[in-house]
């Protein structure tokens, strides 16, 4: 097994709304906010590479959306996924699986691309297996008024029109449920364990990669930077805010009794990092690049 961090292009979000409720005078701490309150972002993916099986998770926002939708965004950087692709030595037509922590934009938008005279929409990865699981796209296909404008229907449904939508079996509960912190982690019929949690989305999925002796975790939208790491420090898109605070203190607290790596798919400058226990809680302890760790 290789794996290769791919870098599907850097945006910018609103801090306020990426941190809720905290004080700007406490999240800038960690993530600084320019002239219009946006701070850094990445959409980091991570493409597998095992055997006659590349797998890609997440796919960031893809380049299909208008420039009116991407003047929300502050695109910035040289990263695109077709580059970051072609540098690990890839092309999308290569790729066997795409697997989708989540179906909000910034997750999927990649997926799909327009067709050639752009009339309609197509799977970008024509020779893949697209996943998901059954509740979270029941529930991105029905969203509800709160998550509405993060599932738009053009980066889903021509997964499923074209027959190449596959389906993960849900756990039957996920990590703030679960009484022992080892048992969290689900099968799959990919190269890796996932787990599942309810706060940001239903059933977001975290895969779990065993690596050169290391349990490496996609943290996705559980843990979007290095800065939220404080339990109380929640995204304003967090659709269970109450429920994100539990899945991470029992998600953290495994973390830093079993030493995991994690891999920050939307900090901007740190790739992975591994944490400890402290008087203050679960906090960082070390930050990595993937090549200073792996190779």
């Given at each position: 097994?290789?794996?290769?961090?791919?870098e599907?292009g850097?945006?910018?979000?609103?801090?306020?709304?990426?941190?809720?409720?905290?004080?700007?005078?406490l999240?800038?701490?960690t993530?600084?906010?320019d002239?219009?309150?946006?701070?850094d972002i990445?959409a980091r993916?991570?493409?597998?590479?095992?055997g006659?099986?590349?797998?890609l998770?997440?796919?960031?926002?893809?380049?299909?959306?208008?420039?009116?939708f991407?003047?929300?965004?502050?695109?910035?950087g040289?990263y695109?996924?077709?580059?970051?692709l072609?540098?690990a030595g890839?092309?999308?037509?290569?790729?066997?699986?795409?697997f989708?922590t989540?179906?909000h934009?910034?997750?999927?938008g990649?997926?799909?691309?327009w067709n050639?005279d752009?009339t309609?929409y197509?799977?970008?990865f024509?020779?893949a297996?697209?996943?998901s699981n059954?509740?979270?796209?029941?529930?991105a296909?029905?969203p509800?008024?709160r998550?509405k404008?993060?599932?738009?229907k053009e980066n889903?449904?021509?997964?499923?029109?074209s027959?190449?939508?596959?389906f993960?079996n849900?756990?039957?509960?996920s990590?703030?449920?679960e009484n022992?912190?080892?048992?969290?982690?689900a099968?799959?019929?990919?190269?890796?364990g996932?787990?599942?949690?309810?706060?940001?989305?239903?059933k977001?999925?975290?895969p779990?990669?065993q690596?050169?002796g290391k349990?490496?975790?996609?943290?996705a939208?559980?843990?979007?930077?290095?800065?939220?790491?404080p339990l109380?420090?929640?995204m304003?898109?967090?659709?269970?805010?109450?429920l994100?605070?539990?899945?991470?203190?029992k998600?953290?607290?495994?973390?830093?009794?079993?030493n995991y790596?994690l891999?920050l798919?939307?900090d901007?400058?740190n790739?992975?990092i591994t944490?400890?226990?402290t008087e203050?809680?679960?906090?960082?302890?070390?930050t990595?690049t993937?090549?200073e760790?792996?190779?």
């Amino acid at each position: 097994m290789k794996l290769h961090p791919i870098e599907a292009g850097n945006f910018k979000l609103d801090g306020g709304a990426m941190f809720g409720v905290v004080p700007k005078s406490l999240w800038t701490r960690t993530n600084p906010a320019d002239s219009n309150n946006m701070i850094d972002i990445a959409a980091r993916c991570l493409l597998i590479e095992n055997g006659n099986r590349l797998t890609l998770i997440d796919t960031g926002m893809g380049n299909k959306q208008s420039d009116k939708f991407f003047g929300y965004y502050f695109p910035w950087g040289d990263y695109s996924l077709d580059s970051s692709l072609k540098k690990a030595g890839f092309h999308r037509d290569d790729v066997t699986d795409v697997f989708m922590t989540h179906l909000h934009f910034d997750h999927c938008g990649g997926s799909v691309q327009w067709n050639k005279d752009k009339t309609g929409y197509e799977p970008a990865f024509k020779n893949a297996k697209f996943w998901s699981n059954k509740n979270h796209w029941d529930w991105a296909t029905n969203p509800n008024r709160r998550e509405k404008a993060s599932f738009l229907k053009e980066n889903i449904l021509p997964m499923q029109e074209s027959g190449q939508l596959n389906f993960i079996n849900s756990a039957t509960s996920s990590i703030s449920e679960e009484n022992n912190t080892h048992d969290f982690l689900a099968n799959t019929p990919l190269d890796f364990g996932t787990f599942f949690a309810d706060g940001h989305t239903e059933k977001q999925m975290l895969p779990v990669i065993q690596y050169k002796g290391k349990k490496l975790v996609f943290m996705a939208d559980l843990l979007p930077t290095t800065g939220h790491l404080p339990l109380p420090f929640v995204m304003g898109y967090d659709t269970r805010p109450l429920l994100t605070m539990p899945e991470k203190e029992k998600f953290l607290n495994a973390a830093a009794d079993n030493n995991y790596y994690l891999f920050l798919e939307h900090d901007a400058h740190n790739e992975i990092i591994t944490v400890k226990h402290t008087e203050k809680g679960v906090r960082l302890d070390q930050t990595y690049t993937f090549d200073e760790l792996f190779n």
